[in-house]
Antibody, heavy 126, light 107 residues
Framework: QVQLQESGPGLVKPSQTLSLSCTVS??????????WSWIRQHPEKGLEWIGY???????FYNPSLKSRLSMSVDTSNNQFSLKLSSVTAADTAIYYC??????????????????WGQGIPVTVSS | EVVLTQSPGTLSLSPGERATLSCRAS???????LAWYQQKPGQAPRLLIY???SRATGFPDRFSGSGSGRDFTLTISRLEPEDFAVYYC?????????FGQGTKLEN
């Protein structure tokens, strides 16, 4: 069973960079058919997809965050990471890492987030 | 950006009743691009339905999904106490991948 675990500081000052890591266990981050994602959930609000990265380092970001966002992957440690710069209070949220899986339905390709970390709350405040 | 609007915002039902949750998209897309997630308090979302109608591992057949185009539905045929949670739909027909605002199913 694949497990994901987020780590990083729970408090970040405004204008600084938020840095989080996600450690994958129970499976290799190099496996084909998967990419590795970040999703956040603002307090009392819904979910926002941040972006994903393949084990090759190829990334795909939410355009609304792209100018401040950087993701990286460390295949030797089965980890991937997120850096979000110039944070404001609007970036306060629970941050989840998740596996984005390529599957099929009636021989048609489909995708879904099938394994999630437990989430790490991050507050942006001075 | 594809906006997903879920209704109702809150659905109050009792165990044994049938629940019907709606997800309407601002643009039409193929059903294989839609998933549903269940989230309980203090937990991460959990994949429930993918490809609009395929059940994820661990969910019983009282959960079913349907729809295509702009309108999608999640149905729970007979509610059990453990089904009370928040349900989100999510699309990936076009970036950015978006989620609905959620339907809270309460007892």
């Amino acid at each position: 069973q694949v497990q994901l675990q987020e780590s990083g500081p729970g408090l970040v000052k405004p204008s600084q960079t938020l840095s989080l890591s996600c450690t994958v266990s129970g499976g290799s981050i190099r496996s084909d058919g998967y990419s590795w994602s970040w999703i956040r959930q603002h307090p009392e609000k819904g979910l926002e997809w941040i972006g994903y990265i393949f084990h090759t380092g190829t990334t795909f970001y939410n355009p609304s965050l792209k100018s401040r966002l950087s993701m990286s992957v460390d295949t030797s440690n089965n980890q991937f990471s997120l850096k979000l710069s110039s944070v404001t209070a609007a970036d306060t949220a629970i941050y989840y890492c998740a596996r984005w899986t390529k599957g099929s339905v009636r021989e048609i390709i489909t995708f879904y987030f099938d394994f999630w970390g437990q989430g790490i709350p991050v507050t942006v405040s001075s | 950006e594809v906006v997903l609007t879920q209704s109702p915002g809150t659905l109050s039902l009792s165990p044994g009743e049938r629940a019907t949750l709606s997800c309407r998209a601002s643009q039409s897309f193929a059903g294989t691009y839609l998933a549903w997630y269940q989230q309980k308090p203090g937990q991460a979302p959990r994949l429930l339905i993918y490809g609009a109608s395929s059940r994820a591992t661990g969910f019983p057949d009282r959960f079913s999904g349907s729809g295509s185009g702009r309108d999608f539905t999640l149905t729970i045929s007979r509610l059990e106490p453990e089904d009370f949670a928040v349900y989100y739909c999510q699309q990936y027909s076009s970036a950015p991948y978006t989620f609905g605002q959620g339907t809270k199913l309460e007892n």
